[in-house]
């Protein structure tokens, strides 16, 4: 089949991932951070605002145990709490992954991703847990624990829907490069020290996980959401 390619755009990610590594820790080997390279290239991502009015596309997975694990582990005294941000631990029902970002037809989108889907669930790794500073929050230190993840599935999916695009357009609907990641929980500066200890464990138990994922949701810009079942 032929398609003709259609821009999109969005400004409805929930939590982009706009943080930046400032310190690899020496004295904690077994905590997976991202890279400096890659946490710079995501501050140069972060600096272009999405368009507003656009819709995206993401996998929910409010059932992943691994992510729970991760919460129960994380000590409510510890968070960083704001009552205008997203701030504390990530409720369990807006656990998901990103797919695609700034939609400008999710229509056009939802369809397309009808044509593109794959004919059984999308197999998903557990990649990393990894504890970052979160440079778009400037009033305050704070840092966030998460889950990065790898899945050829999604990356198949991806590059299905992006096909014809230019690297350009690439960019705009997967900005990061990556098959995704989950925010967890955002905690204060003062207690880095003992989130560190207790992750350095956590990480043997979560990471090599694998799950599979059955629902693709566009949404658009007046939040209105369609699913696909996988």
């Known amino acids: 089949k032929s398609w003709s390619f259609v821009p999109f755009f969005s400004s409805h990610s929930p939590d982009p991932i706009n943080i930046v590594l400032v310190l690899i820790f020496s004295v904690a080997p077994s905590v997976s951070c991202f890279s400096a390279g890659e946490s710079a290239r995501r501050a140069k991502i972060s600096e272009n605002k999405m368009p507003a009015g656009m819709g995206w596309a993401f996998l929910p997975c409010p059932a992943l145990e691994a992510a729970k694990q991760v919460q129960r582990a994380v000590k409510d005294e510890w968070l960083w709490l704001h009552p205008k941000k997203q701030s504390g631990k990530v409720p369990e029902a807006k656990f998901h992954l990103t797919l695609l970002l700034r939609l400008a037809d999710t229509q056009s989108s939802f369809a397309r991703l009808q044509a593109?889907?794959?004919?059984?669930?999308?197999?998903?790794?557990?990649?990393?847990?990894?504890?970052?500073?979160v440079a778009r929050i400037t009033e305050a230190?704070?840092?966030?624990?998460?889950?990065?993840?790898?899945?050829?599935?999604?990356?198949?999916?991806?590059?299905?829907?992006?096909?014809?695009?230019?690297?350009?357009?690439?960019?705009?609907?997967?900005?990061?490069?990556?098959?995704?990641?989950?925010?967890?929980?955002?905690?204060?500066?003062?207690?880095?020290?003992?989130?560190?200890?207790?992750?350095?464990?956590?990480?043997?138990?979560?990471?090599?996980?694998?799950?599979?994922?059955?629902t693709i949701v566009v949404q658009d810009n007046h939040g209105r959401q369609e699913s696909i079942s996988l």
């Open 116 to 133: 593109c889907r794959p004919s059984s669930a999308l197999r998903v790794r557990v990649k990393e847990l990894y504890f970052v500073r």
């Open 141 to 214: 230190e704070v840092w966030s624990v998460g889950l990065g993840f790898e899945s050829p599935d999604i990356r198949q999916l991806k590059n299905a829907f992006l096909e014809g695009a230019s690297e350009q357009q690439r960019k705009e609907h997967d900005p990061y490069g990556r098959e995704g990641h989950m925010s967890l929980a955002y905690v204060r500066a003062e207690v880095k020290d003992q989130v560190m200890a207790l992750l350095g464990p956590l990480r043997r138990d979560v990471e090599g996980l694998e799950f599979g994922l059955e």
